[in-house]
T-cell receptor, first 116, second 114 residues
Framework: DARVTQTPRHKVTEMGQEVTMRCQPI?????VFWYRQTMMQGLELLAY????????DSGMPKDRFSAEMPDATLATLKIQPSEPRDSAVYFC??????????????FGPGTRLLVL | QQQVKQSPQSLIVQKGGISIINCAYE??????FPWYQQFPGKGPALLIA?????SEKKEGRFTISFNKSAKQFSLHIMDSQPGDSATYFC?????????????FGQGTILTVHP
């Protein structure tokens, strides 16, 4: 049963610390998305990649957030320095998207981040 | 600019009742309208989706109704069960060169009482 995996599942850190979240997309999927979920803002798209190339990171605060795909099996989202307002659940999702009409996204279990 | 507006924010129904969640959009270029279901502590998962060439799609107790002229689509859950208690998100695709990208509604928390 292919699944998106995310680590860590929970992270508590202090303001100013660096946070790195990792995602392993489903094998063979070529598109990876990073979302942030909060009660106030709902599900926000932060960034996404296709074939490891960044397509859109306009939803991400550029000064402190960065997203990368070092290889096809790993996507990372880094926050440096972290702030209390970054507290949220961060989801990674992947999909096999070659053309239009292929939009199903498979979500991981999320990383619950608390910045004190 | 909010691309898709979802209502209600929360919904309580009795077991066996019908749950109805609505979404409205503005951009007529959207051509894919999915609903995702999220249980507490889990990631969202695709529940059902529709394309604008049909007005209704049914999968078991879940039905999407699509009104192209009104730019609205809704999720109907028939014979609602306590196990359906979850958060439901509608979404729209971006289309064009951004195919694969989805914009989600704010979500509806559904509670089904036994």
């Amino acid at each position: 049963d292919a699944r998106v995996t995310q680590t860590p599942r929970h992270k508590v850190t202090e303001m100013g610390q660096e946070v790195t979240m990792r995602c392993q997309p489903i094998l063979g999927h070529n598109t990876v998305f990073w979302y942030r979920q909060t009660m106030m803002q709902g599900l926000e798209l932060l960034a996404y990649f296709r074939n490891r190339a960044p397509l859109d990171d306009s939803g991400m605060p550029k000064d402190r957030f960065s997203a990368e795909m070092p290889d096809a099996t790993l996507a990372t989202l880094k926050i440096q320095p972290s702030e209390p307002r970054d507290s949220a659940v961060y989801f990674c999702a992947s999909g096999l998207v070659r053309t239009a009409n292929q939009e199903t996204q498979y979500f991981g279990p999320g990383t619950r981040l608390l910045v004190l | 600019q909010q691309q898709v507006k979802q209502s209600p924010q929360s919904l309580i129904v009795q077991k066996g009742g019908i749950s109805i969640i609505n979404c409205a959009y503005e951009n007529t270029a959207f051509d894919y309208f999915p609903w995702y279901q999220q249980f507490p502590g889990k990631g969202p998962a695709l529940l059902i989706a529709i394309r604008p060439d049909v007005s209704e799609k049914k999968e078991g107790r879940f039905t999407i109704s699509f009104n192209k002229s009104a730019k609205q689509f809704s999720l109907h859950i028939m014979d609602s069960q306590p196990g359906d208690s979850a958060t439901y998100f509608c979404a729209v695709n971006a289309g064009g060169t951004s195919y694969g990208k989805l914009t989600f509604g704010q979500g509806t928390i559904l509670t089904v009482h036994p």
